[in-house]
């Protein structure tokens, strides 16, 4: 099981990265422990605390006028410890 999907770049994320706090999309069988030990593995940095919210499949329509609906996801907020960083989603 692949805990990290990717992570989550918008104009309020990047707000957050300059708090320690970075967003990711995790799978949703995942659990803050699964989440924290993944970020600390993959990024090398020490975890303070993870939030962990899940966005429901909202409503869509196809061509044909079909009721269809997108899947839920979900996706984490962690905090760093103070004066590490992810330097990879530094400067996006």
């Known amino acids: ?3 990290v999907k990717g992570a989550i770049v918008t104009e309020k994320t990047v707000k957050l990265n300059e708090l320690g706090r970075y967003t990711f999309e995790v799978d949703i069988a995942a659990n803050k422990a699964d989440v924290k030990s993944a970020i600390e593995s993959v990024f090398g940095v020490s975890v303070i605390s993870v939030r962990t919210m899940i966005s429901r499949g909202k409503a869509k329509k196809s ?21 590490q960083k992810i330097a990879a989603l530094e400067g996006v």
């Open 63 to 83: 061509r044909k006028g079909l009721q269809l609906k997108a899947k839920k996801w979900k996706k984490a907020i962690v905090q760093v410890a103070e004066g």
């Open 1 to 3: 099981m692949k805990t």
